[in-house]
């Protein structure tokens, strides 16, 4: 236990605080096994989109002294029902808003020192669990090793969204090829012979966009592939959003988040064949998505060949994990050399009788449907091959 006591508090954030806020949380994140969705660069941008006037966000503070050591920010969505009743549904770093959440949140946790993991996990939840107005907590998408360090009082939980994850481990490997070796013989194949194929035809480039204008041009470009490509579907293109889209222009453009928003593209000469775009915090690099012009060649995998080729710089940076993040798809499967994870989102609702009620008409709901739903994803696709 912590020789000097924990010290919790809640407060609505407005733009008082944030100045405030942004000291304490960079501060903290350096002391804390965080994320690249709970590293400043990410929630600075998801609050600058926020109207922090009408009080539709929640911050939990943990404080240790002098010393903030956990932080959750929540923010909150009112829903009306029927018979004038209504519910109060608190969403940890995300809006609850479908169109502002499309930049969907993974890894989400609260912030924690390091040291205390369990205890500010609990101060947390405790303070919570003391505003009366909550009927429920949404939380997601986050690993159940995570949700199993929540205790909330009073509460119910469920589960309402579950997803395999999938990462490459580059722990110990010096070259590309120390990584190919660590896959299937099929998928090291289908690569090796792309990469031939297109470099028969004409020497391909990686390239990296480094300045404000090409990171700009490389997101408008994944916007045109990506409208092609998706508009039409049942899922749709994220990028028709305009909350998603000046979200991740802003994101890319901020000086401060610059180092974390890596935008690759690969060329044959001057020609793009695809765009990849990352989000990185310490030694782990988060493939968030991608654009990839269609091939002719069916040999050709080009999806594959620019993730093995940025795989390669990661390696070289010393990165240690490639994160391909949640959704079920067979490139992720190909390119990764660990066992999946497992990403949920779940909801802890009020032990109480209408939120009892409510929870056992879902139910009925889902044995009429089935699922049918149940592999829905509010996500964008990222159109890799």
């Known amino acids: 236990m912590p020789s000097v006591p924990f010290q919790t508090r809640s407060y609505h954030l407005n733009e008082s605080h944030v100045e405030q806020l942004t000291h304490k949380w960079v501060a903290l994140q350096g002391e804390a096994n965080s994320s690249a969705f709970v590293a400043w660069f990410w929630v600075k941008q998801w609050l600058a989109h926020k109207n922090l006037t009408t009080n539709n966000c929640l911050c939990i503070e943990v404080m240790q002294g ?13 829903k009306r029902v029927f018979w004038g009743l209504s519910f109060n549904h608190y969403f940890l ?11 969907w949140i993974e890894h989400n946790t609260f912030l924690l020192h390091k040291d205390y993991e369990q205890q500010l996990a609990d101060e947390i939840c405790q303070e919570l669990a003391k505003i009366e107005q909550i009927d429920d907590i949404k939380i997601g998408l986050s690993a159940p090793s995570f949700i199993n360090t929540l205790n909330f ?24 090829n120390d990584y190919l070796a660590s896959l299937s013989k099929n998928t090291r194949s289908h690569i090796k012979r792309s990469i031939k194929l297109l470099n028969e035809q004409s020497p391909l480039r990686l390239a990296l966009a480094t300045d404000a204008d090409e990171k700009d041009n490389v997101l408008k470009s994944i916007a045109d592939l990506h409208r092609t490509k998706w508009r039409s579907t049942v899922y749709g293109s994220g990028f028709d959003n305009p909350c998603f889209y000046k979200f991740h222009q802003e994101l890319i453009q901020d000086e401060h988040s610059a180092q974390n928003c890596r935008l690759y593209t690969l060329y044959q000469d001057d020609i793009a ?7 990185t915090q310490g ?11 269609f091939n002719a060649d069916n040999r050709i ?4 060949v620019i993730h093995s080729l940025i795989i390669e710089q990661a390696i070289k940076q010393g990165i240690t994990v490639y994160d391909f993040l949640a959704g079920e798809a067979q ?15 779940y909801c802890f609702y009020r032990n109480k009788p209408l939120l009892i ?9 889902r044995m009429m449907f089935g699922g049918l739903f149940s592999s829905l994803r509010i996500k964008l696709n990222d159109g890799s091959q």
């Open 283 to 293: 030694d782990r690099w988060n493939f968030y998505l991608s654009a990839i012009h």
């Open 153 to 176: 009082t009073g509460f119910n939980l469920r589960t309402e969204l579950s997803s395999p994850g999938y990462l490459a481990d580059l722990t110990g490997f010096i070259t590309l």
């Open 331 to 345: 490139y992720k499967k190909s390119l990764s050399n660990a066992q999946p994870y497992e990403q949920h989102i």
């Open 273 to 279: 064949l695809g765009h990849v775009y990352l989000l």
């Open 93 to 103: 770093h995300k809006s609850g808003n479908i169109r502002e959440d499309q930049t």
């Open 357 to 365: 009620f409510r929870e056992q008409l879902r139910k009925w709901k």
């Open 66 to 78: 002098q010393d903030t050591v956990g932080l959750a920010l929540f923010g909150i969505k009112t």
């Open 301 to 304: 995998k080009v999806g594959l």
